[in-house]
């Protein structure tokens, strides 16, 4: 069986999927191909992925700062919790 597409977008990143969209509200039937995961580089391996390991450290650094201001406690990172965390992501 041959399936025939009006359009072939290459990469399920962000501009990919914009490029899809537009053009299926233009009526256009679109493939999307993707080599890797869904969602490009910034979901998967850049951007938010960094923003999750970046963000406990800087709530960390927080809450050390803000210790001779009335919060009490010594904040600290489970890595590997973390980890598992950025990798489910």
């Known amino acids: ?5 009006d359009v072939v977008v290459i990469g399920g990143g962000p501009v ?3 490029m899809a ?3 299926q509200a233009q009526g256009k039937s679109v ?3 993707e080599v890797d ?13 960094k923003r999750i390991l970046l963000s406990a450290v800087e709530a960390q650094q927080a809450a050390q700062h803000l210790q001779h ?10 890595w590997p919790a973390l980890m598992a965390h950025k990798r489910g992501y």
């Open 16 to 18: 990919g999927n914009a």
């Open 37 to 49: 995961l869904w969602g490009g580089t910034c979901p998967n391996r850049g951007c938010d992925p």
């Open 31 to 33: 493939l999307i191909v």
């Open 69 to 78: 201001q009335g919060l009490t406690g010594t904040p600290t990172i489970d």
């Open 1 to 5: 069986m041959t399936e025939q597409y």
């Open 21 to 23: 969209s537009g053009l």
